[in-house]
């Protein structure tokens, strides 16, 4: 049986990663699950400098789901390098560093950073952030301005690159276009929705920031949409997410037009959920005689 | 320290201590690891819940594997917990948080300050301080602050030492909060260990700073992942710290308890 899928010329052992944010950089979740077992880890989104991130509340349940404005609180890229790669040099898995800025050049100094760094295999464009007020979706939610940065990015960086793609757009296959025709290697879809929650008997907003991103299976069936809409539009792989729970879950975005499939929010709710998505996989295949993974990339047109 | 893990639990039993505030009583290998002011997080079998709720840990016992719970009824999740009964099977992640320093309290005078919901981990803290030779303080003096006479725990309190009582409304002990309870006790102390709500605790870190004495407390916020992933429930910190690099400290992982020197409160 290959599990195995190719994206931008990276081999992965198996299309499960995790999405950004929701794993940390691996060493939290690493006490739970085996690394080694991954196809990536995909790293929570790193800036340029370190950054604090919003007030706290900063999550909220939500039916099916939560909200988060964490905003993007991180160490900085110099912490992931001295900390975070080497921890996850030890492991058999792909490494994916999310990068996160608020302008341009932010985002092209931490590429040029982490460009010397072999166990960084890939570079997650996070251009859909909706809990950063500069930069972030900004530049997510206009095709010209994510083919500008695509583009720039394109030119300074040395690893492959995803962008990931906000579903609070009008055409998610109109953005899609912009990131292939701006020479991204890939795509990842769906960031957060945003959403919004008030407490009636407090009166007040149940997250600080008032406005939220939301994730969790609630958004499973908008993200499996624009998956399909967005691999129909371009011929760059897409990397699916958003509520992926299950195996069943990942086979639909594969069906879609996944190559690669994370779960994000689900870590939260089980922390096992990785592994557990890979075996299911493994025993679909074996139940419906696939020998192949990449057979059922895109199968359901 | 071992592994934290998802895993299964039996309840062993259920009662209601005081209107909206339940007792609960787990079966769980997780028994084995805890220590006082850390907590678990409880998963809802409701499928349209996903995250797990922070409740911190009220008692052990490590040999019979039992892990006590007391919690509020606060939602839709604890609600659905109030309705467990003996036999019962619920899921939980643990052991979370770093619990509170006991080695702080060796040959001191120790007072141990609650309020509301932050009652519970302190009556655990109580016992391990009378139990465990290692830390054996001078005094121990309690100080629970409740809104009214409807108080839960106080009896099993009284075991381990000398207990003050404060009442929002005056029907039991002081009339006012805990630090009016200390204040009108003229209570002294080397060591505070606190937990309750932020103003609370913003009080307590005060009243320590008058006293000359060292305060640790024990914080909660809104948590998602409660392993140190999600950077959901952080609080700020004077300095910059060691994970962060920003003057944020994770509650679930760096806390619950934090010197409260090292806080912005």
Redesign the interface.
């Known amino acids: 049986m290959n599990t195995s899928v190719n994206i931008a010329g990276v081999t992965f052992k198996n299309p499960v990663m995790t999405a950004s944010?929701?794993?940390?950089s691996g060493m939290?979740?690493a006490?739970?699950v085996d690394l080694n077992r991954l196809g990536a880890v995909v790293t929570?989104g790193v800036a340029n400098v370190?950054?604090?991130?919003n007030p706290?509340?900063?999550?909220?349940?939500v039916?099916?789901?939560?909200l988060?404005a964490?905003g993007l609180?991180n160490?900085?890229v110099d912490?992931m390098i001295e900390r975070d790669l080497p921890f996850l040099k030890d492991f058999d898995t792909k490494v994916i560093v999310n990068v996160c800025g608020k302008s341009t050049q932010d985002y092209v100094d931490v590429v040029e950073r982490l460009a010397d760094q072999d166990s960084v295999h890939m570079l997650e464009i996070n251009v859909s952030c909706p809990n950063v007020k500069e930069g972030g979706i900004a530049f997510g939610q206009n095709p010209d301005a994510l083919f500008e940065i695509t583009k720039e990015i394109k030119k300074h960086a040395k690893q492959p690159i995803i962008m990931k793609l906000s579903p609070n757009v009008t055409s998610i296959a109109e953005m899609a276009r912009a990131a292939e025709a701006a020479g991204s290697d890939a795509i990842s879809l769906i960031n957060t929705i945003t959403g919004m929650k008030i407490d009636i008997y407090k009166k007040t907003f149940a997250i600080a920031n008032k406005t939220g991103g939301l994730s969790?299976?609630a958004i499973k069936p908008v993200a499996v949409r624009m998956v399909y809409e967005a691999s129909h539009a371009v011929k760059i792989p897409v990397i699916g997410m958003g509520g992926i729970a299950t195996a069943e879950d990942a086979i639909e975005f594969m069906l879609a037009g996944a190559t690669g499939v994370a779960v994000g929010?689900?870590?939260?709710?089980?922390?096992?959920a990785t592994i557990e998505v890979i075996e299911g996989i493994e025993r679909y295949m074996s139940g419906q005689g696939i020998e192949n993974i990449n057979e059922i990339i895109g199968a359901v047109e | 320290m071992s592994?934290?893990?998802?895993i299964g639990a039996e309840v062993i039993s259920q009662r209601l201590l005081a209107e909206g505030i339940m007792d609960l009583r787990l079966r769980t290998s997780l028994a084995e690891d805890a220590k006082p002011g850390q907590f678990i997080g409880v998963?809802p079998q409701n499928k349209?819940?996903?995250?797990?709720r922070p409740i911190s840990i009220c008692g052990y016992d490590r040999e019979n594997k039992e892990l006590r719970i007391v919690y509020r009824i606060a939602g839709s999740g604890t609600a659905e917990f109030a309705l467990y009964q003996e036999g019962d099977n619920t899921d939980i992640?643990g052991v979370l948080g770093n619990g509170f320093p006991l080695d702080k309290a060796a040959g001191k005078r120790v007072v141990i300050i609650g309020g509301g919901i932050g009652v519970p981990p302190l009556l655990g803290l109580a016992k391990e301080l009378s139990e465990n030779a290692a830390s054996k303080p001078e005094s121990v003096t309690m100080v629970m602050g409740y809104r009214n006479a409807d108080t839960f725990l106080t009896d099993e309190f009284e075991n381990y030492g000398k207990l003050l009582i404060a009442t929002e409304d005056g029907s039991i002990g002081t009339k006012g909060n805990v630090i009016d309870a200390c204040k009108e006790n003229g209570v002294e102390a080397d060591v505070i260990y606190a937990c309750g709500p932020m103003p609370m605790l913003r009080g307590v870190a005060a009243y320590a700073k008058e006293i000359g004495a060292k305060a640790y407390i024990s914080l909660e916020?809104?948590?998602?992942?409660?392993?140190?992933?999600?950077?959901?429930?952080?609080?700020k910190t004077k300095e910059?710290d060691d994970?962060?690099?920003?003057?944020?400290a994770r509650i679930c992982?760096d806390g619950p308890v934090f010197d409260a020197d090292d806080l912005e409160l």
């Open positions: 944010g929701t794993f940390g939290e979740y006490e739970f929570k370190p950054w604090p991130g706290t509340p900063r999550v909220a349940e039916y099916g789901g939560m988060n964490i609180q160490p900085g912490v969790g299976p929010a689900m870590n939260f709710h089980n922390p096992y | 592994k934290k893990k998802k998963y349209s819940t996903l995250l797990p992640l916020e809104r948590m998602a992942c409660g392993v140190g992933a999600c950077l959901g429930c952080i609080c910059v994970h962060s690099h920003v003057k944020n992982t």
